[in-house]
């Protein structure tokens, strides 16, 4: 019904920035909050940070300062600016979207992932 396609991963050395993106498309009515996760090697995936349709953010503490959370709601897409990368930001990353449907029902979508690898 809705998909989420992530692009923008890759390999950064330390210091250096990144930009994901993640489009949705499919039987889409209004995309709620937007966000995106990160799942390191060997731990659970984690919060890094959401948007609302409105554009509220929320950032997780580790990411503060350094990553930005953006959208467009024309696009259904959602934009994750990495700056000041450190090798701990290093994970798969997945985009999420709480979307109501053209069936008017609200569901979670996620993404395939995307790998960040940072250098030290």
């Known amino acids: 019904q809705v998909q989420l396609v992530e692009s923008g991963g890759g390999l950064v050395q330390a210091g250096g920035s990144l930009r994901l993106s993640c489009a949705a498309s499919?039987?889409?009515?209004?995309?709620?909050?937007m966000g995106w996760y990160r799942q390191p090697p060997g731990k659970q995936r984690e919060l890094v940070a959401t948007?609302?349709?409105?554009?509220?953010?929320n950032y997780a503490d580790s990411v503060k300062g350094r990553f930005t959370v953006s959208r467009s709601n024309a696009e259904n897409t959602v934009y994750l600016q990495m700056n000041s990368l450190k090798p701990e930001d290093a994970a798969v990353y997945y985009c999420?979207?709480?979307?109501?449907?053209?069936?008017?029902?609200?569901?979670?979508?996620w993404g395939q992932g995307t790998q960040v690898t940072v250098s030290s």
């Open positions: 999420n979207a709480n979307v109501r449907t053209r069936a008017l029902r609200t569901i979670d979508s």
């Open positions: 499919g039987s889409i009515s209004r995309i709620n909050a």
């Open positions: 948007i609302t349709f409105g554009g509220s953010t």
